[in-house]
């Protein structure tokens, strides 16, 4: 019986979270004229006509490309350099932590919108206007908060013992945390990494004012120009949110399965 | 002491990667001027646009154009030209404007004065209200390239199957709607944008223009005139007293619009003439159904449009503003409206090309909109029209869904207005 | 005891990149909120504390509040409460489990303009798949009472995937050893959950609350794309007004004064969280 509601309530959840995605699967199917049709089900005449479009009628592919290394190139330098500032004040001697910690959460408490104007003037003045560069520096920036104190929070758990241990044993700090620490956090990690990925993924303001070309153009700002002035393109649209997620799913499902499942609590005692 | 010196390394490589392999891949060849056009998504096939733009290099050679594509979203293109402008950028030379951006534009010192671009006698060739439109100070900003205007759209099969015709005032409007409602059941009489948004301002200024009011009258505002009053509270009626239109209009936009009649679900719309050609296409189930005409009015005589579209203009930054000058002379000539029109659907400004021959046998449809075109007001022409729009949209959003009375919503909106007015608005 | 080695060689690199990005705009904003500049007019000057002296004054800048408030309460309470129940439903083992736990993602995965057009085409009166499956014909995104919780809705559908990803993160992280000492003992779910789980659990929580609520509390986009703040400015979020402010009316100086009324607010939330639930943070 309790495996029953157990089941049932994955069910539940699997429904709620990827309904909509579904509908729009559905949707991506349709052609034109069955798109506002009552009720909204299944289509009797399904296409693949969207899809064709979405690739033929942009570049797309240059665009996925665009954010497929934008938000590699994130992820990489805001885990490097977030669990390398997590390491320090987790572990190490480091003056005014909580100040510190504070300075880094404030950089997340503003609003995009304000900071947007100032910010696109220092990528013109850099003269990085409409390249991956501005992007990931931005992106890597405004990221770093989240993984920060994430990680610092994964570090801590961490056993103390550990870390003096191996100063006995004779390892250098780095060493410590190369070889042990990232290791025994990789959850921490792990779930840092997906959540910077889809951020910068998914991320739009930033990417429609700083870009400007399908040179760097990224994935929301490519979407936002499907539509024109009053025609809104819901196959292609829903073609293209498709597109984006599945190989979203595909990526975190095999992280998951590679790194995630191997790791068990034991890995702290010994 | 530095540790981590391998992972400060890799770093720096990282950057060095990204540095390099992601500088813009803009070769300005010194020998070409380069003109870079920012303007919405251009409707239809982006070829015709594209062929467009090579003819005009072909008769100017040694100049190239680059143009880039903005997000069709008026507000999303208005913040890149705020952003961009206020930085003083000289990214880009021609750009492509709301017709209700050009006096807070010029006002502001961005765009340059292209009054020397109208031959004598030329201005009257345009359409009067975009002309108003663009000219600030008597200086002219801005060239109109294409034009919009609000329409009344109705199902042509139905009144002639009651053998009514198309109303010429609100009120037939309403009695014709009142008495085909009935007999159709699921179908919505008048449907229009009623959304917080810029559309919700278009439709009801076509009414307070049409029962004689407005917002300014010069410097004075005038916006909660007992005749708006009455046509403000009108809107509202037509949805909780005559019930003709349903109460989804205050989250409608054009396109939910334009999907409902299109679906063969209402009798009448207001909206933009894009509607049309969609209409017409193979397998809408209104195909030949539809029919427009001026939009109704209050007062004999006085049907009001709003006016849209967009007009060409030149960044006061541009490194380039001669060879601006040639793309926008070029784009707004006779030859491209007319290419335009034909290819793209997009209608001209020129009052000429509309008893062009060739206009009138392909696109009927566009040449019958002469008389809606000239009667298109433009809201007001004032540098301080977005704030006043700002405070427009949720009153005329608050009178609608009832949660004020018209009002107390036009009252605080002219209170809101002077004070901008006044320039004390911060 | 050794003095612990000190760490500034690891935590310079993330304050060098912060500093040199950030440290410009947010003092722009900071500067300019003191200012009335207004750009068509070219009008730079300043003026101290009006500004902020406006806003207190100012009914549009307490109903964006209001808003706002009511829009994180919610949203937040709600992802917490399925996140969590979630997590630990997730946390169990069961075939598919890796598969699941993907797809839980998706709507994190969605890009948020996607989202909300999505959810905007959902929430549609006449063809809508919420009304057609609820038989009703209900004006979400129209209605003064229902828009602001079809935003809410929409909101927590979006981002309780992060609430739970976290979260199972976090439960990674606790010992089996001491479930399966409390079951020997003979503790019940719930106790277990409130004496082991629940505490071992609050930093992460914390982590997810502070998050959560910075980013509710600027939402911006997706409730912009789903009803522009309407009706009547009911769905009118801080952002949303600052944004209206800055780049439709072009006051940067009012604009800037609002984001950082903005800043310092969930400035005070943030610290309030971590005095609460925080029990050392060195």
Known sequence: MKRGVFYFSIVLMVLYCSGPFLWQFITSLKPDYELTMIPPVISKNPTAIHYVSIFREHPFLRIILNSAIVASSTTILSLIIGSSCAFGLAKLRVKYKSFILGFILSVSMFPPIATVSPLYIIIRALGIRDTWLALVITYTTFSLPLSIWILTNFFKEIPDEIYLAARVDGCTPYQIFYKIMLPLSLPGIFTTAILVFIFSWNEFLFALTFTSTPASRTIPVAIALFPGLHEVPWGDIAAASVVVTIPLIFIVFAFQRRIVEGLTSGAIKG | ?426 | MTKRENGYGFVMPALVLLSFVTVYPIFYVFYLSLHRKLLIFDISKYVGLDNYLFLLQDDRFWNAMKNTVYFTAVSVSLELLIGLSLAILLHRSFRFKGLVRAIVLIPWAIPTVVSARMWEWMYNTDFGILNYMLGAKINWLGDTFWAIHAAILMDVWKTTPFVVILLIAGLKVIPQELYQAAKIDGAGNWAIFRRITFPLLRPVILIVLIFRTLDAFRVFDAVYVLTGGGPANTTETLSIYAYKVLFQTLQFGYGSTLSVTVFLFIGCISIFYIKILSKEMR
């Open chain 2, 1 to 426: 002491m530095l540790n981590g010196a391998t992972g400060i390394k890799a770093l720096l490589l990282l950057f060095c990667y990204l540095i390099i392999g992601c500088t813009p891949s803009n070769k300005d060849n010194s020998a070409f001027t380069v003109i870079v056009f920012k303007h919405g998504k251009i409707a239809g096939d982006p070829e015709h646009f594209k062929n467009v733009l090579k003819r005009f290099e072909e008769e100017n050679p040694g100049i190239i154009i680059k143009d880039e594509i903005l997000p069709a979203s008026t507000d999303e293109q208005h913040q890149f030209y705020v952003i961009n402008l206020e930085g003083k950028s000289s990214d880009f030379d021609v750009m492509s404007m709301d017709v209700i951006w050009v006096p807070e534009f010029a006002r502001a010192g961005w765009l340059r004065d292209v009054s020397h671009l109208f031959s004598k006698g030329e201005r009257s060739e345009f359409f009067p209200g975009p002309m108003k439109a663009v000219t600030y100070h008597n200086k002219i900003y801005a060239i109109p390239w294409y034009i919009d205007a609000g329409l009344l759209y109705y199902r042509k099969d139905l009144l002639q199957k009651y053998g009514l015709s198309p109303p010429k005032t609100w009120q037939e409007l309403i009695r014709t709607a009142q008495y085909i409602m009935p007999k159709e059941p699921g179908l919505y009489g008048f449907i229009w944008q009623g959304k917080q948004y810029e559309g919700l301002v278009c439709n009801v200024l076509e009414y307070f223009w049409s029962n004689g009011g407005g917002i300014l009258e010069d410097t004075k505002v005038v916006i909660d005139s007992d005749e708006n009053i009455y046509s403000l509270r009108f809107m509202r009626n037509m949805i909780i007293k005559f019930r003709v239109t349903p109460y989804l209009v205050t989250t409608a936009i054009e396109e939910s619009t334009r999907h409902i009649f299109g679906n063969g679900k209402a009798l009448f719309m207001r909206n933009w003439p894009y509607a049309w050609n969609i209409f017409e296409k193979e397998g809408s189930p209104v195909k030949g159904k539809v029919g427009v005409t001026l939009l109704p009015s209050f007062l004999e005589g006085m049907s009001a449009s709003t006016l849209g579209g967009w007009q060409l203009g030149i960044n006061v930054y541009s490194k380039h503003p001669e060879a601006a000058e040639k793309l926008i002379k070029f784009l707004t000539s006779p030859e491209a409206q007319k290419t335009l029109a034909l290819t793209v659907g997009y209608k001209p400004t020129r009052k000429s090309l509309y008893k062009d021959k060739d206009l009138l046998r392909e696109q009927p449809f566009i040449a019958s909109l002469y008389e809606v075109f000239m009667k298109a007001k433009p809201r007001p022409v004032s540098p301080y029209y977005m704030m006043i729009t700002q405070v427009m949209q949720p009153e005329f959003s608050a009178a609608l869904s009832g949660i004020k009375t018209p009002e107390e919503a036009l009252r605080s909106a002219r209170k809101q207005i002077e004070h901008i007015m006044k320039g004390k608005n911060d």
